[in-house]
């Protein structure tokens, strides 16, 4: 089993910045890739982010050259860094780990793995 404890969320305006973390308990030295996803009110939870255990990343188009992902195997833990934040950026933002990356010449994706945290909350004021 593994445990997902995120935090660094909070309330930011337009154009400002913030560093979320994810870390990992339990049986954390078997965690494979890892992903961001987020979930506005009203809405489906969308990938934002992904990165694999050699450190391959993805983004959703929405936030590339905006958000950047990585992560600390040492520490079990996984970062994002959201930089230039926008209104639309407002979400719960959730860790999941243990999932499926996959990357050729062309393309990335990432399948969600079993575990999940709990969400973090970023708000982002126009």
């Known amino acids: 089993q593994v445990r997902l404890v995120e935090s660094g969320g909070g309330l930011v305006q337009a154009g400002g910045s913030l560093r979320l973390s994810c870390a990992a308990s339990?049986?954390?030295?078997?965690?494979?890739?890892m992903g961001w996803y987020r979930q506005a009110p009203g809405k489906q939870r969308d990938l934002v982010a992904a990165?694999?255990?050699?450190?391959?990343?993805m983004y959703a188009d929405s936030v590339k050259g905006r958000f950047t992902v990585s992560r600390d195997n040492a520490k079990a833990t996984l970062y994002l860094q959201m930089n230039s934040l926008k209104p639309e950026d407002t979400a719960v933002y959730y860790c999941?780990?243990?999932?499926?990356?996959?990357?050729?010449?062309?393309?990335?994706?990432?399948?969600?793995?079993?575990?999940w945290g709990q969400g973090t909350q970023v708000t982002v004021s126009s």
């Open positions: 339990g049986s954390s030295s078997s965690i494979n890739a």
């Open positions: 990165i694999s255990i050699g450190g391959i990343t």
């Open positions: 999941n780990a243990d999932g499926s990356f996959t990357f050729g010449l062309l393309r990335r994706s990432y399948s969600p793995g079993a575990y």
